[in-house]
């Protein structure tokens, strides 16, 4: 190990940094939503946005491209007149709730430590 590195922190310090990677994949405003929407279930595009309060279409259409090609997001489109397509999580998706659940305890126990201060 370099002078400086402390077990897990190297890989965090440098440009292609894995924790880095993978935050770019669910950045933006609306990622978040969609995926914890989307959950283990599956949603068609207008019931999608009718879930997430205040997104726009071009927002919502843009955030499940970007899901889409990164593999977090699968999209079927059923060939029908009107056109249907369905929005669900990949396995990876999938593997990412967990670690949302998390995070939003983490987020609890923080905001109600500071509360207690």
């Not at 370099?2 to 894995?18: F, L, Q, V």
């Not at 029908?80 to 998390?102: A, H, Q």
């Amino acid at each position: 190990m370099a002078k400086g590195d402390s077990g897990n922190d190297k890989h965090c310090s440098n440009p292609g940094c894995t924790v880095t990677y993978a935050l770019k994949l669910i950045d933006g405003k609306w990622k978040l939503p969609i995926i914890c929407t989307l959950g283990e279930q599956t949603v068609r595009y207008n019931e999608l946005k009718r879930q997430i309060k205040g997104i726009t279409s071009m927002m919502l259409t843009s955030s499940l491209k970007e899901l889409e090609e990164c593999g977090i997001v699968h999209r079927k489109a059923y060939n029908e007149v009107p056109p249907k397509v369905e929005y669900s999580l990949t396995k990876e998706g999938m593997s990412l709730t967990p670690i949302l659940f998390n995070l939003g305890l983490w987020g609890q126990d923080l905001k109600c430590n500071e509360r207690s201060e």
